[in-house]
């Protein structure tokens, strides 16, 4: 059975120190994506990355860096310089497998609830 | 972009009355539309699954009779909580996918917050 686990519930660090949140799931196929969101405190859900099962290398975007490593099967998100606007829940997800058919859905964690203290 | 709207926003009403909540693609076409619950500090409990044109998809546990859910068209879908009790309080999000047969991102509508009294 597919299942991500994040198992830091909350976190909280000082403006400027840097985080990472932790992604660990467990799929049988092979071909997948992962997924990273951000849910502020508003409740909207912000798409932040979609990583595909097949590219193993690691993406920078600004502040933020993914270490995806297929052999611990892990995805993890790393915030450089955190600011309070990054206060928030972060999600990680894993899509089903192509064998799920067209409707493919989200599984996710139970994610991370980041506290930036000014 | 890829922007999902959702209305209304909040909504306060009485136990037994019916609310519908609007998930609007606006510009891209959403093939799918997922519809989700959250509790508070929870993650996202999936509701159901639909596509244009289609009846919805259900996931287990939850009343496709208390939840009616439309897509009638490839930018619109609508839940409706009928007959709503307090325990149907909750945040409602919508989100929507452009790509029926690959595994597209969903993007996420703002939520409902849903308050049954």
């Known amino acids: 059975a597919q299942k991500v686990t994040q198992a830091q519930t909350e976190i909280s660090v000082v403006e400027k120190e840097d985080v990472t949140l932790d992604c660990v799931y467990e799929t049988r196929d092979t071909t997948y994506y992962l997924f990273w969101y951000k849910q502020p405190p508003s409740g909207e859900l912000v798409f932040l990355i979609r990583?595909?099962?097949?590219d193993e290398q690691n993406e920078i975007s600004g502040r933020y860096s993914w270490n995806f490593q297929k052999s611990t099967s892990s995805f993890n998100f790393t915030i450089t310089a955190s600011q309070v606007v990054d206060s928030a829940v972060y999600f990680c997800a894993l899509s089903e497998g192509i064998n799920a058919g067209n409707n493919r859905k989200l599984i996710w964690g139970l994610g991370t609830s980041l506290a930036v203290n000014p | 972009g890829a922007v999902v709207s959702q209305h209304p926003s909040r909504v306060i009403c009485k136990s037994g009355t019916s609310v519908k909540i609007e998930c609007r693609s606006l510009?891209?076409?959403?093939?799918?539309m997922f519809w989700y619950r959250q509790f508070p500090k929870q993650s996202l409990m999936l509701m159901a699954t639909?596509?244009?044109?289609?009846?919805?998809?259900?996931e287990q546990g939850v009343e496709k009779d208390k939840f009616l859910i439309n897509h009638a068209s490839l930018t619109l879908s609508t839940l409706t909580v009928t007959s709503a009790h307090p325990e149907d309080s909750s945040f409602y999000i919508c989100?929507?996918?452009?790509?029926?047969?690959?595994?597209?991102?969903?993007?996420f509508g703002p939520g409902t917050r849903l308050t049954v009294l």
């Open positions: 510009d891209f076409q959403a093939t799918t």
């Open positions: 990583r595909n099962s097949f």
């Open positions: 639909s596509n244009e044109g289609s009846k919805a998809t259900y």
């Open positions: 989100s929507g996918k452009r790509d029926r047969i690959s595994t597209d991102t969903q993007y």
